[in-house]
């Protein structure tokens, strides 16, 4: 009869979705509990992390570079912050110099239709790391070239480190972000 239905068939149905729920909760608390963990121990070795809104609202825990952290805490203004954006920048693109590859590996270079980049992409490319350099030289220089300034805005500004996790101890985050503001100033200034 087609108007029948088996009442087994539909028990059954419901406790698959009702399996198929459970499992997923399950899962989702699992994934929960690791990424609780994995920002403790973040946090434990000085990371800062941009919490969630809202106890309701589940959401991705975003990691704060240094001078965000800083910022964010009232410890550097605007215009140090662009300064360190700027050397952070700098360093970055300096320190990620694409090597041109070989044409020994069998595919052309750009100009004669191989797999490579063209010509012109990787001359552009090398003029942005050598502008990014000279960028670099000057920060440095307006630092008179002070090694621990120096130090301090490349792994705050450049490696995007917290004070904390740069240095080796509580006493070195504290001098490592004074040694930052001190550089950002001067930067900005």
Do not use: N
Not at 12 to 25: D, F, T, Y
Not at 44 to 68: I, S, T
Not at 82 to 102: F, K
């Amino acid at each position: 009869m087609p108007g029948l239905r088996d009442p087994a068939r539909a028990a059954r149905e419901r406790l698959l979705r009702a399996e198929r729920l459970a499992r997923a909760r399950a899962q989702g608390e699992a994934v929960e509990a690791g990424v609780a963990e994995t920002v403790a121990l973040s946090r434990a070795r000085g990371a800062a992390f941009a919490e969630p809104e809202g106890e309701a609202r589940r959401g991705p825990y975003r990691r704060q570079a240094g001078l965000d952290w800083l910022a964010a805490r009232g410890r550097i203004d605007s215009a140090a912050l662009r300064a360190g954006l700027a050397y952070g920048w700098a360093w970055r693109r300096a320190r990620g110099e694409a090597t041109i590859p070989s044409s020994l590996g069998g595919a052309g270079g750009g100009a004669s239709g191989g797999g490579g980049p063209p010509l012109a992409q990787v001359l552009a490319h090398a003029e942005a790391t050598a502008g990014a350099h000279r960028r670099l030289d000057a920060y440095r220089q307006k630092l008179s070239r002070q090694p621990d300034l120096i130090a301090a805005c490349d792994q705050i500004c450049g490696a995007e480190f917290t004070p904390r996790e740069a240095a080796a101890g509580d006493r070195d985050a504290v001098r490592l972000e004074a040694l930052v503001k001190v550089a950002l100033d001067i930067l900005a200034g």
